[in-house]
């Protein structure tokens, strides 16, 4: 329910603001007085598009705010899908800077122009006497259906389910011509495997082979310098060892007079005892540094192997050919092993299309049972508004299946392009078709070509009527859909509003005193030109104040004592 409406800085409107009350809300006002502004201001939070030549003042921003109570419209869902706040009064805002750009908010958090259009739409629902494309869409005719039979909660489930189903189509494609794929290339896959196998690589191998080829190929350089360092240490007269040792003696011998020099002294001898090491490690290497062709040959045929393998397959070390080596195996496994992965998911799919089917099949019973009814209760509505001659067929179309069973699937080329292979859609196995004729003896078609614009209109609140006795609608606003109508006719569209107002907020901008007495509340909307600048206001009437604009609406600006009374019995007053 709308409760409240704020329009800062649109068209003829600074600042407006509008309480609405449950039940039936009329709003009239003398053509041109801002009735159709405050609908194009409201649409603004329903995500339509803003231009800012619509603005009252150029200079300053424009703010519509738009506060709901969402009680009973089961839209939780929606809000955690979209990280919002679900309040029991959730506040819609739409701030439009003078240059164009456009801000949307819901609950004071940031969202999408998109968000804020699919959240309007399940909250208010605007309907005026051309609007004739809902009435003929299958979708909405379906949603009609569907209301009546009330089984939400099983087409839910229906809807859930198909939703794996489809994507399980898609899944087992793309496993079907993976597997044909791999069966196809199974011997060259094969073949490159058994070579990276035959390898035997490892991943840290290489740059231990290309440093022991190194030593290989420079092991007389190495051995010839390993050997003068040693004899320069340790072997020859005046070896670094042995001048050590001197100076340590010399040190020896006075470092009794101080303390610093028996500190060296120390430092000295185990500075003797690392080199004195690092002497045995060079003739432990020296010794054990010799030339071996048949090693180097080896090492450097291994080598190659990994060099070639690594062009071949172009990367860079031995990590990236085991993980081609991985991936060979796997394409292996799945040409191998990869019909009994196919016949697995098939066997799922089929287990849910008879679940589906099963579910479908209720779901078309429910609607079977659900149309006699609509169709009554449609004509009947219609018969109060004075179109008694009118005519209703809701047809059922059942989709019967005639492609061959999803388990039957050997390749690729069975599936069909569109991914499905039965009748099953997202909203089961149905088509529903309005057909309508207003007048006896006509042939029945679709609504809009055998229906005038005002005919549609009552065709459309009748509809409505229907649905909100058995689901909850958002608000309805209804602009001027009463135009081609009056006297009893207007009288008995105004008692449908009514009866409809009984399940949910209706507004409605109408011309038609019949309807307006039947409001359970009256806005008037009129031009104020007291100041320098035309505004556009909006005004709660008071139970007198109805009656004198109903009966202006019945005799002009000047009414006389009856139509006044004719008022106070519109109003039941």
């Known amino acids: 329910m709308l409760q409240r409406l704020t329009i800062q800085n649109y068209a003829l409107i600074d600042n407006l603001e509008i309480n609405f009350d449950k039940g039936l809300n009329i709003l009239t006002g003398e053509t041109g007085a801002g009735k159709s502004i405050i609908l194009g201001a409201l649409s603004l939070i329903l995500g339509q598009r803003a231009e800012s030549r619509y603005f009252f003042n150029q200079q300053k921003k424009c703010v519509i705010e738009g506060a709901f109570t969402i009680e009973g419209f089961h ?236 062009k071949k397959h172009r990367v860079s070390n031995n990590q990236e050919l085991l993980d081609i080596q991985n991936d060979l195996s796997d394409k292996i496994q799945q040409a191998v092993f990869g019909d009994e992965a196919v016949e697995k998911l098939q066997q799922q799919i089929d287990a849910a299309k008879r679940e589906l089917q099963q579910l479908a099949e209720t779901l078309s019973a429910n609607r079977k049972k659900a149309i006699p009814l609509i169709q009554e209760k449609v004509l009947a509505t219609l018969a109060e508004m004075g179109m008694g001659n009118s005519a209703l067929e809701i047809e059922q179309e059942v989709a019967k299946s005639e492609s061959p069973e999803v388990g039957k699937i050997g390749s690729s080329a069975d599936l069909p392009s569109s991914g499905l292979t039965d009748n099953l859609t997202k909203n089961g196995i149905d088509t529903i078709r309005f057909m309508f004729s207003a007048n006896k003896g006509h042939a029945l078609a679709d609504m809009s070509k055998v229906a005038s614009g005002g005919e549609l209109s009552r065709l459309m609140l009748s509809i409505k009527s229907i649905i909100a006795e058995y689901t909850a609608l958002p608000t309805i606003i209804f602009d001027e859909i009463d135009t081609g109508v009056s006297g009893e006719v207007a009288n008995k569209v105004g008692l449908v509003m009514e009866r409809l107002s009984q399940n949910l907020q209706v507004i409605t901008i109408t011309h038609l005193p019949q309807i307006a007495g039947k409001g359970s509340s009256h806005y008037f909307v009129y031009k104020d030109n007291s100041a320098d600048v035309t505004f556009t206001r909006i005004k709660k009437l008071s139970n007198d104040e109805r009656i004198t604009e109903i009966a202006k609406m019945l005799s002009g600006d000047n009414p006389g004592e009856s139509a006044l009374q004719n008022a106070r019995e519109l109003l039941a007053l």
């Open 75 to 310: 839209l939780t869902d929606f809000f955690e899908e979209n990280d919002l706040d679900h309040e029991s009064e959730t506040v819609l805002r739409r701030e439009i800077s003078a240059d164009g750009k456009s801000r949307a908010f819901v609950n004071d958090t940031p969202v999408n122009l998109n968000i804020l259009k699919q959240l309007g739409e399940k909250l208010i629902d605007i309907h005026s006497q051309h609007a004739t494309r809902e009435i003929n869409d299958p979708e909405f005719q379906l949603l009609v259906v569907d209301g009546v039979a009330g089984h939400e909660s099983l087409l839910s489930d229906y809807r859930a389910i198909y939703r794996a189903y489809k994507k399980s189509l898609g899944q087992l494609q793309q496993l079907i011509e993976t597997n044909d794929k791999a069966k196809a290339d199974l011997d060259y896959y094969q073949f490159q495997f058994d070579e990276l196998e035959k390898a035997g690589l490892a991943a840290d191998e290489q740059e231990g082979l290309e440093k022991e080829l190194a030593t290989l190929n420079n092991a007389e350089e190495i051995k010839r310098n390993l050997l003068g360092a040693n004899y320069l240490m340790q072997d020859s007269e005046a070896s670094a060892i042995s001048q050590l040792k001197e100076a340590g003696q010399q040190l020896g011998g006075i470092e009794k007079y101080n303390a610093e020099i028996e500190v060296l002294n120390e430092r000295l001898k185990s500075t003797l005892i690392e080199l004195k090491d690092i002497a045995a490690e060079i003739d432990t290497i020296e010794q054990r540094t010799f030339t071996d062709e048949a090693r180097a040959e080896e090492v450097n045929t291994r080598l190659s192997l990994i060099y070639n393998l690594q």
